[in-house]
């Protein structure tokens, strides 16, 4: 079997007129275009208005010629942007082409609410764009959301493989600790340590491995010694995910889907980790869930029971924990800051 090759070829070939023309019944509506124009029409002027009140503070008053070339240069930008956006620019069609020549399906957005995970069901205006279907369905996108209000919004950005599963698997989360921050992981959820276990080698070295309580015997199952390898060798800087029917791979920060580094990642997923962990999690039964079946009769209902891939309750979801440590460091911090004014 041909190992599984991507062309990146369209996402760098220039668009033609041709191109505009074919790819036209892909474009928003011209209120969506409109709407979204404005916006980015927005941000130079949004930043020299800035740039003037920090200038003026530290320098005073500016002589009207400069005044006048700050504000042409960003009524310049502002009127590029609006067009570019306007129009759709060559990225969209890009990726559209690209899409068409590999056999994928390109969604510039989907329903956020189709992913699951620790990830995915924070903060506020979830976005999941720039979403590549792929050979055994395997998925590449990018993922954002946002926190906090006012001056104290902030928008995170991730990134994401998913990789559906033959079967449902019990929830495991496989924390790097390559990306964790000066509190620890850098997920923005915590899960109670309590669901903790340590595997054998150098696997703790690089991952924080969780499950749910009495599924040791089961990790061990789905991650033997190749496995912890092939995690360790390839994917130290992502966290990993088992939910439900599908693994999910994430790290922070968007795709930059014209670059060549993601179709090469996407290559290897597809072609060695995908084959891999299907082989690993296809003959996977939770043996609690069985128990709880009742066969009406015999080994037939049992087997169709595991053909269904059915988890226990107990081992679907892992449990979550407050931020205890983070909490008592920004308390200690206020009160070292605000205590003695308020005593003063």
């Known amino acids: 079997m041909q190992p599984f090759r991507i062309d990146t070829s369209p996402l760098t070939a220039p668009v033609t007129a041709e191109d505009k023309h074919r790819y036209r019944a892909h474009r928003s509506s011209t209120a969506t275009r409109i709407f979204t124009a404005l916006g980015a029409s927005m941000i130079p002027i949004v930043v020299a208005l800035v740039a003037l009140m920090v200038i003026r503070t530290v320098f005073g008053s500016l002589p009207t010629a400069i005044l006048l070339g700050i504000a042409a240069v960003a009524l310049g930008l502002a009127a590029l942007l609006f067009v570019g956006v306007f129009r759709g620019g060559p990225s969209r069609i890009q990726k559209l082409k690209f899409a068409e020549r590999n056999g994928f399906v390109f969604h510039q957005n989907e329903p956020p609410q189709r992913l699951r995970g620790v990830l995915f069901g924070t903060g506020g205006s979830r976005t999941n764009h720039n979403v590549f279907q792929m050979h055994g369905n395997v998925r590449l996108g ?22 559906p599963l033959p079967r449902n698997m019990p929830n495991l989360v496989l924390d790097s ?18 669901q903790q276990i340590e595997l054998e080698g150098d696997f703790n070295e690089s991952f924080a491995l ?9 990790v061990r199952y789905v991650l033997p010694p190749d ?33 060549d580094a993601p179709w090469r990642f996407a290559e290897w997923v597809v072609n060695v980790l995908h084959p891999h962990i299907v082989d690993r999690t296809d003959r996977y039964v939770d043996d609690r869930a069985a128990q709880m079946a009742t066969p009406a009769h015999g080994q037939q209902t049992n087997q169709s029971f595991h053909e269904r891939g059915t988890v226990s309750s107990s081992g679907k979801r892992l449990k979550r924990s407050f931020p205890v440590v983070s909490v008592v460091f920004f308390v200690v911090i206020a009160a070292v800051v605000f205590l003695p004014r308020l005593l003063s």
Request: net charge negative.
């Open 142 to 163: 990018s993922y954002s959301y946002t926190t906090g209000s006012g001056k104290s919004r902030t928008t995170h950005h991730w990134r994401y493989v998913e990789v």
């Open 177 to 194: 600790k390559d990306n964790d921050g000066l509190f620890g992981t850098n997920l923005p959820v915590r899960l109670s340590r309590s």
């Open 210 to 218: 969780f499950a749910p309580q009495g599924y040791g015997v089961d």
């Open 227 to 259: 496995t912890m390898a092939l995690l360790i060798d390839n994917l130290s800087t992502f966290d990993l995910e088992f939910i439900d029917d599908r693994l999910m791979i994430i790290t922070t920060g968007s795709w930059d889907v014209h670059d």
